[in-house]
């Protein structure tokens, strides 16, 4: 693997410099010139108007692998996390089977390496199945060759109080964390999208907030209860958001993620009957996703996570009640999250940088991610043009599915290049083919 000098960056939105990177880390920052390299084989890459970022950590990424390749594959997923700029994903345990046994998880996290285009973490399951009666084999996913932190039945909320409890006494033991998906299911019994006026004049039934808050309130008082630390999955509205912010208050070990749709959609999207907009937690009012925005920016709510989840057509181009929910996410995230925190061109970079990389690589135990180019630093970054928009085009997505609720919108900021311990995975706006050394 050769040497690369990144040349005029901007890092992080704080000033110019060069970075050479060698042997996988950062070696030298400053004013290094490429002549002085002569004979090193270095190879230059001109970053001249781009911002260098740690490259971005994904605490919710759907890769269907075991078990649903013709939606993603582990590789296909984390190619398209490359392009979207993400250097690690955590990937959700919903697979078929289900991720909760050493096996799958070790299995997982062997398909990513092989891929080579972004770290692969799993999560484990809190369940058996997800099935939300049982305990999974937590300790076991936790000693395994994957060690496993992260713990959840996203898709499914762990409903049982008890189990609950049970599982955030059981990881505080080794420091792991429970990832909620924060949903009372007797509220939301044959919900379709959010409960509103918009809900009532199309006559579909509601999932309304409260199912989302009530789970919230009562895990922040388990969590406070066992010491442990819990974390929320795409939360989606304002009441969440106070929820969250007085527990932090507080004290409690309390982290949430906000999802890129619903910084950006509200449940109007839902008139038009396109199931590419049904997704859970539902799209909601215009008023959550400006709370959602503020609590971002402020730091209440800790990361912007993708629940990336690719579908194939006869699960998500069929009548509304029939599709399943979720959405593509990995490729058009950092655009969305540029956008949500004030635009291209006055966005703090620093905040993004820690809302999409350093919090959640922090979160997740990522010890070799959310790392600034310091000397020494992993060389796990993303260069993004500021400057450049771009159109979303489906056929054009890495992702093996095409459920993106954005196609043909203009969106802020493309990814230039992404490097995984100094090598690239994104060259010039395009996937490397090659990944491995
Ligand atoms: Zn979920």
Same mark, same amino acid.
């Given at each position: 693997?050769?040497?690369?000098?990144?040349?005029?960056?901007?890092?992080?939105?704080?000033?110019?410099?060069?970075?050479?990177?060698?042997?996988?880390?950062?070696?030298?920052?400053?004013?290094?010139?490429a002549?002085?390299?002569?004979?090193?084989?270095?190879? /230059?890459?001109?970053a001249?108007?781009?911002?260098?970022?740690?490259?971005? @950590?994904?605490?919710?990424?759907?890769?269907?692998?075991?078990?649903?390749?013709?939606?993603?594959?582990?590789?296909?997923?984390?190619?398209?996390a490359?392009?979207?700029?993400y250097?690690?994903?955590?990937?959700?345990?919903?697979?078929?089977?289900?991720?909760?046994?050493?096996? /799958?998880?070790?299995?997982?996290?062997?398909?990513?390496?092989? =891929?080579?285009?972004?770290?692969?973490?799993?999560?484990?399951?809190?369940s058996?199945?997800?099935?939300?009666? $049982?305990?999974? &084999?937590?300790?076991?996913?936790a000693?395994?060759?994957?060690? /496993?932190s992260?713990?959840?039945?996203?898709?499914?909320?762990?409903?049982?109080?008890?189990?609950?409890?049970? *599982?955030?006494?059981?990881?505080?033991?080794?420091?792991?964390?429970?990832?909620?998906?924060?949903?009372?299911?007797?509220?939301?019994?044959?919900?379709?999208?959010?409960?509103?006026?918009?809900?009532?004049?199309?006559?579909?039934?509601?999932?309304?907030?409260?199912?989302?808050?009530?789970?919230?309130?009562?895990?922040?008082?388990? =969590?406070?209860?066992?010491?442990?630390?819990?974390?929320?999955?795409?939360?989606?509205?304002?009441?969440?958001?106070?929820?969250? $912010?007085?527990?932090k208050?507080?004290?409690?070990?309390?982290?949430?993620?906000?999802?890129?749709?619903?910084?950006?959609?509200?449940?109007?999207?839902?008139?038009?009957?396109?199931?590419?907009?049904?997704?859970?937690?539902?799209?909601?009012?215009?008023?959550?996703?400006?709370?959602?925005?503020?609590?971002?920016?402020?730091?209440?709510?800790?990361?912007?996570?993708?629940?990336? =989840?690719p579908?194939?057509p006869q699960?998500?181009?069929?009548?509304? *009640?029939?599709?399943?929910?979720?959405?593509?996410?990995?490729?058009? =995230?950092?655009?969305?999250?540029?956008?949500?925190?004030?635009?291209?061109?006055?966005?703090?970079?620093?905040?993004?940088?820690?809302?999409?990389?350093?919090?959640? *690589?922090?979160?997740?135990?990522? &010890?070799?991610?959310?790392?600034?180019?310091?000397?020494?630093a992993?060389?796990?970054?993303?260069?993004?043009?500021?400057?450049?928009?771009?159109?979303?085009?489906?056929?054009?997505?890495?992702?093996?599915?095409?459920?993106?609720?954005?196609?043909?919108?203009?969106?802020? /900021?493309?990814?230039?290049?992404?490097?995984l311990?100094?090598?690239?995975?994104?060259?010039?706006?395009?996937?490397?083919? &090659?990944?491995? @050394?």
């Open positions: 693997m050769s040497d690369i000098l990144i040349k005029g960056a901007d890092l992080v939105g704080k000033g110019r410099s060069d970075v050479l990177i060698s042997g996988g880390r950062v070696a030298e920052t400053g004013s290094i010139t002549a002085s390299l002569k004979g090193t084989g270095a190879e /230059v890459v001109d001249d108007g781009l911002v260098l970022l740690p490259g971005l @950590v994904d605490l919710h990424t759907h890769l269907r692998e075991p078990g649903r390749e013709d939606a993603e594959t582990v590789r296909s997923g984390t190619r398209a490359a392009k979207g700029g250097t690690a994903v955590c990937a959700m345990a919903n697979s078929y089977p289900v991720a909760d046994t050493a096996g /799958v998880v070790e299995q997982v996290a062997a398909l990513g390496r092989a =891929a080579g285009y972004a770290d692969v973490q799993p999560i484990g399951a809190v058996v199945g997800l099935g939300g009666e $049982r305990l999974a &084999e937590i300790g076991a996913m000693h395994s060759a994957a060690a /496993v992260m713990f959840s039945d996203d898709g499914h909320c762990v409903s049982d109080a008890r189990l609950m409890r049970r *599982a955030l006494e059981y990881v505080k033991t080794f420091d792991g964390l429970i990832a909620q998906h924060a949903e009372e299911p007797r509220l939301t019994e044959g919900a379709q999208m959010n409960e509103g006026t918009v809900s009532a004049e199309l006559g579909l039934p509601g999932w309304p907030s409260v199912a989302e808050e009530s789970i919230i309130a009562r895990d922040v008082l388990l =969590a406070e209860y066992t010491g442990a630390r819990i974390h929320f999955c795409h939360i989606s509205t304002r009441r969440s958001v106070d929820i969250i $912010r007085e527990a208050a507080r004290g409690v070990a309390v982290t949430a993620e906000v999802c890129p749709h619903h910084l950006l959609l509200t449940d109007e999207a839902a008139r038009s009957y396109d199931p590419v907009f049904k997704v859970n937690p539902p799209l909601r009012r215009e008023a959550d996703v400006l709370a959602l925005r503020a609590a971002l920016a402020e730091g209440v709510v800790d990361a912007v996570a993708t629940d990336h =989840a579908h194939a699960d998500k181009d069929c009548e509304w *009640a029939a599709a399943r929910p979720g959405m593509l996410g990995l490729e058009t =995230a950092l655009s969305i999250s540029v956008l949500a925190l004030g635009g291209p061109e006055d966005v703090d970079w620093d905040v993004v940088a820690e809302r999409t990389s350093r919090t959640p *690589a922090r979160i997740a135990r990522l &010890e070799g991610h959310g790392h600034d180019p310091i000397a020494g992993p060389a796990n970054f993303t260069l993004v043009d500021p400057a450049r928009s771009w159109t979303v085009v489906p056929a054009e997505l890495a992702s093996l599915s095409r459920n993106t609720p954005y196609a043909g919108m203009e969106l802020p /900021v493309t990814i230039q290049a992404t490097f311990r100094g090598r690239a995975t994104v060259l010039e706006g395009k996937l490397v083919e &090659e990944t491995t @050394v």
